[in-house]
């Protein structure tokens, strides 16, 4: 496996494998607009040459937010997604003092992950995501102390 700093032509790729994963999808733009920004950081991870998963997040004055993680479903539960996740642990700004994320209250795969690697719940944002159908999911938001 590698992992790499996503480039722009992988945008086109990070949606595609976004739109599979997630509800509520980036589009390429917002991979775009997230390449260009000096605050957030797109890395990804292929295996075999080909796109296995990508993260993204952002860095703030003593904190960092996971905006995105998603793994292709025929390449979860090898370690992927904890390999991105080191890699954004190894690759804070001197300074930071907590981690963020938020998961859909449902999602519990993720929010083991999370708590495997040192996260604890913070808090739950009510009805946060929205899907196509017009129902709704409380996000689960998510902390780690550095």
């Known amino acids: 496996m590698n992992i790499r700093r996503a480039s722009p032509s992988d945008c086109a790729a990070l949606a595609a494998l976004d739109a599979v994963c997630n509800p509520s999808a980036w589009t390429q733009r917002q991979f775009e607009s997230a390449l260009v920004s000096p605050s957030e950081q797109a890395f990804l991870a292929e295996k075999d040459g080909r796109l296995a998963a990508f993260i993204v997040w952002q860095n703030l004055p003593d904190e960092s937010e996971l905006h995105l993680i998603a793994t292709a479903p025929e390449c979860r539960r090898q370690g992927i997604?904890?390999?991105?996740?080191?890699?954004?642990?190894a690759n804070l700004p001197e300074g930071t003092q907590r981690l963020l994320l938020e998961v859909r209250a449902g999602n519990t795969a993720a929010q083991a992950l999370y708590a495997a690697h040192g996260f604890s719940i913070a808090g739950r944002r009510k009805n946060y995501y929205r899907a196509t159908d017009g129902q709704t999911e409380d996000a689960v938001l998510m902390e780690k102390i550095c």
């Open 81 to 89: 997604a904890s390999a991105l996740l080191r890699h954004w642990f």
